[in-house]
């Protein structure tokens, strides 16, 4: 296995009374950290910044997901999410991500903004079977595109056949 996708297999956390804080250019590249993310990462302040906040983005992560996550915010628009993601020695963690654009005094988009709280075991819980599947299907296909596509409609279905209308209403569903 690459070294870049070593895992461990261990589960970090944070307290429930910590937040970790992240913001990124327009790109997705790191412009701030704090230090409860520089601590749950593992990664130092100097790696961090200026990296592609991918660097944490765990295998197990369906891809569709952060390609909703971009829809969503290059719109203007907030969205929260879980997301498992990898420490710099392999370790996991997930969070309750709430992301959002940060605006100019033009109103354009200059960059976004991400808090993560530790999120609810039961939520982690009930997301991760169609974390699960959602990767299935983005592996199932020999075309990566194609693999993303296909995840995200099933996505995108899921949510409705669930009785929601927007992702974000299935995920605060999931919160309670």
Known sequence: MAADLFLTGKERSFRPDEIIVSKTDRTGKITYANDVFIAMSGYSEDELLGAPHSILRHPAMPRCVFRL???VIELGDEIFAYVLNRAKNGDEYWVFAHVTPNFGP???IVGYHSNRRVPKQSAVDTVKPLYAQLLEIE???PDRKAGLEQSYAALKATVGQLGFSSYDQL???ICR
């Open 69 to 71: 996550l971009w829809d």
């Open 171 to 173: 995920i605060f569903a």
């Open 139 to 141: 592996k199932s296909n």
């Open 106 to 108: 033009d109103g354009a």
